[in-house]
Every structure is written in C-alpha cells, then in structure tokens.
C-alpha cells in the first residue's frame, strides 16, 4: 500500500492550499483516513481525521479553517483556508487500510509534504 500526498507549498498568511492524498496498492477498504503535521522540533500532531462514512474531526487549532473530505473511497483532501504562519510544517496522510486475507487493518503513511506560511 503507497500513500502519494501532493499539493504543499508557499503561500502568504490568509491564502489557501489543497492537499491531497491518493492511496493505491493493495487495499480492500478503507477505513479512516487523516491528515497528521509536523513542526520543526515539535511532535507530529493530527489535524483532521474523515472516516469511511465521512465523518470528520478537526483539531482545534484548524476548526472553520481547514475542510477535510474523501473521494471514492481511496483519496482523501486537505483544503485549508486563512492560512496562519503557525501552520507551517510537514504535512502527513495516514490511512488505516484493510488488505486482502488480513483482518485487521494496517497503518500506512504518505512521505510529508510541506507547507510553508509567510507573514
């Protein structure tokens, strides 16, 4: 199972970016999927979370700002608005996968993607 995060980048405080996710390989379903962030000399922290039913939770931090949504099933989105310099970081997906012939779902992540804020 690959995870392929895209769409990180620099943009000014108060712009947006779209992160996404693609999850490919193989994958028999789905369940939640996530978008983590890592600051420098910070620990990795979640974001948002969306599961199979799209339900979703944000942090705090990212309420009315970040909008984290699924589409068929296997890529997940990060569409984040009134960017803050604060949420500069390393940008991860995470996604709980069920493979073929194994019944408990695995944890797979995608390589990071960076997002930089300037003010």
């Known amino acids: 199972v690959q995870l392929q995060a895209s769409g990180g980048g620099l943009v000014q405080a108060g712009g947006s970016l779209r992160l996404s996710c693609a999850a490919s390989g193989s994958i028999f379903s789905i369940d939640a999927m996530a978008w983590y962030r890592q600051a420098p000399g910070k620990q990795r922290e979640l974001v948002a979370v969306?599961?199979?039913?799209?339900?979703a939770n944000y942090a705090d931090s990212v309420k009315g700002r970040f909008t984290v949504s699924r589409e068929n099933a296997n890529t997940v989105y990060l569409q984040m608005n009134s960017l803050k310099p604060e949420d500069t970081a390393v940008y991860y997906c995470?996604?709980?996968?069920?493979?073929?012939?194994?019944?408990?779902?695995?944890?797979?992540w995608g390589q990071g993607t960076q997002v930089t804020v300037s003010s």
């Open positions: 995470f996604a709980k996968v069920i493979t073929p012939g194994v019944a408990l779902p695995g944890n797979y």
């Open positions: 969306i599961t199979s039913s799209s339900s």
